[in-house]
């Protein structure tokens, strides 16, 4: 039974303002429901991990390990193993887990492929025993791997390492990828026109509307695009050639997705489909 956790922030605002009194015990009751909803959050985490649920399936897992400090420092083989980009190695024994991994804290993640295949295959193939998760820095060009390996079952995080932004394998899609996701005029330049969209039915469940739009009607529909940091998971399916790239973005507990398409012909990258 997959696990999924969900933590949930209550904030109120009174719009008629409030003295300083009223907004103290505001403050105080939030903070109380925050701490009680993190405290539970940690219980669900360790009864799973308990019970051999956690680890059922990698995004499970990943999700319960950026959300639980203890789990994290349990399945951190410490010392790590670290190779900085220089290709200098040496073993840590701490982390900032705060920061390492805040770019997997939000509402969603990223993951690439290579074509549609692959994106299908993940859904039904038993993950592979080793996993690398990505941090990349678009506006930085910083990239990081964290390398998971499952160990008698449990997954753990085994070795670290900083790769040099440009020797990645996919750095010209992440150099397109940078601007596409930042410059509002340039990623409607590089919307193909039309735009092939597939969109779920809101009048009929588990249907699909087909069709296309055009450049200017992206800009009104067009969904959040990840940008400044993302992620990226290769499960050891991904391939990925010169020519097509597809970028999958799934909200960390509803299991909603949304699927891009791009595609790169004379040598200029273009969104050519979206799917959700």
């Not at 719009?15 to 403050?27: I, Q």
């Not at 019970?51 to 990698?58: E, I, P, V, W």
Request: aromatic share 14%; with cysteine.
């Amino acid at each position: 039974m997959p696990l999924y956790v969900v933590v949930t922030f209550f904030s109120c605002q009174n719009g008629r303002g409030s003295d300083s009194a009223k907004d103290a015990d505001s403050t105080a009751l939030e903070s109380s429901v925050v701490a009680d909803t993190l405290s539970e959050v940690e219980e669900e985490i360790e009864e799973a991990d308990e019970s051999d649920r956690l680890d059922t399936s990698f995004d499970d897992f990943m999700f319960a390990f950026t959300h639980s400090d203890r789990l994290m420092n349990k399945r951190i083989e410490w010392p790590l193993p670290y190779i900085d980009a220089e290709g200098h190695h040496r073993n840590v024994t701490s982390l900032n887990n705060s920061a390492e991994f805040r770019f997997l804290k939000g509402d969603f993640f990223t993951v690439f492929y290579g074509n549609k295949h692959q994106v299908e295959r993940q859904k039904l193939e038993p993950e592979d025993s080793l996993v690398v998760v990505e941090r990349i820095d678009l506006l930085e060009e910083k990239l990081r791997d964290f390398e998971f390996q499952l160990i008698s079952g449990k997954w753990k995080l085994t070795s670290m390492r900083d790769v040099v932004f440009h020797e990645s394998d996919i750095y010209d899609f992440l150099t397109f990828y940078a601007r596409f996701s930042s410059d509002t005029l340039y990623q409607q330049a590089h919307v193909e026109q039309p735009l092939k969209i597939m969109v779920l039915d809101p009048e009929e469940d588990d249907a699909y509307i087909e069709g296309t739009i055009n450049s200017e009607q992206w800009r009104s529909f067009c969904p959040d695009v990840p940008g400044g940091v993302i992620s990226n998971i290769r499960y050891g399916t991904q391939n990925y050639n010169s020519k097509q790239m597809i970028m999958q973005k799934s909200g960390s507990a509803n299991g909603f997705q949304e699927l891009f398409f791009f595609t790169k012909e004379d040598n200029e990258w273009h969104l050519t489909r979206y799917e959700n």
